[in-house]
T-cell receptor, first 116, second 112 residues
Framework: EPEVTQTPSHQVTQMGQEVILRCVPI?????FYWYRQILGQKVEFLVS????????KSEIFDDQFSVERPDGSNFTLKIRSTKLEDSAMYFCASSEAPQGATDTQYFGPGTRLTVL | KNQVEQSPQSLIILEGKNCTLQ??????????LRWYKQDTGRGPVSLTIMTFSENTKSNGRYTATLDADTKQSSLHITASQLSDSASYIC???????????FGKGTSLLVTP
């Protein structure tokens, strides 16, 4: 069964450094998403992406963050100048249709980011 | 502000027993409501999706209900198994966009 994959599974970085989290969505999916989950808290929406542009973003997704689909398979989340509070599990998800429709979002296993 | 509240926060039941988890939401305008299962350290997995016009949806031993008038939903788990131990998350989508509004989840522990 096709699945969303994410790399790395765990990323440790120093405060102020840039990190890139990578995701490979399911191959025939057109809509891509990033979420984060701070330890012990609820999952939070960051951004959705379709047709090579951002469809929607939350107030969390400020200028520190950017997303890119550099090729036909990868979807990346870049965090510039990381802060301690960026430490969280970051989930990538993809769907065939926008979630406004009743279409299932498939989540990856997540990347745990630890900022020291 | 869109909010999704779940209860109870945690629940312990014996294997084979049934349980019901609750979700109240204030997301507007409403598009759909989803229940996800999240195992520790893993991404959420979709169980059910319901639109405004649906009031019940089943997926195996999981049955979700929706009352759009009172803005409440429940997830009923029948004949629980040890593998049902996980966090169950209620997620509500608004018509206006792509963002999913997540509840904090109910942590379910099924014991032998």
């Amino acid at each position: 069964e096709p699945e969303v994959t994410q790399t790395p599974s765990h990323q440790v970085t120093q405060m102020g450094q840039e990190v890139i989290l990578r995701c490979v969505p399911i191959s025939n999916h057109l809509y891509f998403y990033w979420y984060r989950q701070i330890l012990g808290q609820k999952v939070e929406f960051l951004v959705s992406f379709y047709n090579n542009e951002i469809s929607e973003k939350s107030e969390i997704f400020d200028d520190q963050f950017s997303v890119e689909r550099p090729d036909g398979s990868n979807f990346t989340l870049k965090i510039r100048s990381t802060k301690l509070e960026d430490s969280a599990m970051y989930f990538c998800a993809s769907s065939e249709a926008p979630q406004g429709a009743t279409d299932t979002q498939y989540f990856g296993p997540g990347t745990r980011l630890t900022v020291l | 502000k869109n909010q999704v509240e779940q209860s109870p926060q945690s629940l312990i039941i014996l294997e084979g027993k049934n349980c019901t988890l609750q979700c109240n939401y204030t997301v507007s305008p409403f598009s759909n409501l989803r229940w996800y299962k999240q195992d520790t350290g893993r991404g959420p997995v979709s169980l059910t999706i319901m639109t405004f016009s649906e009031n019940t949806k089943s997926n195996g031993r999981y049955t979700a209900t929706l009352d759009a008038d009172t803005k409440q939903s429940s997830l009923h788990i029948t004949a629980s198994q040890l593998s049902d131990s996980a966090s169950y998350i209620c997620v509500v989508s608004a018509n206006s966009g792509y963002a999913l509004n997540f509840g904090k989840g109910t942590s379910l522990l099924v014991t032998p």
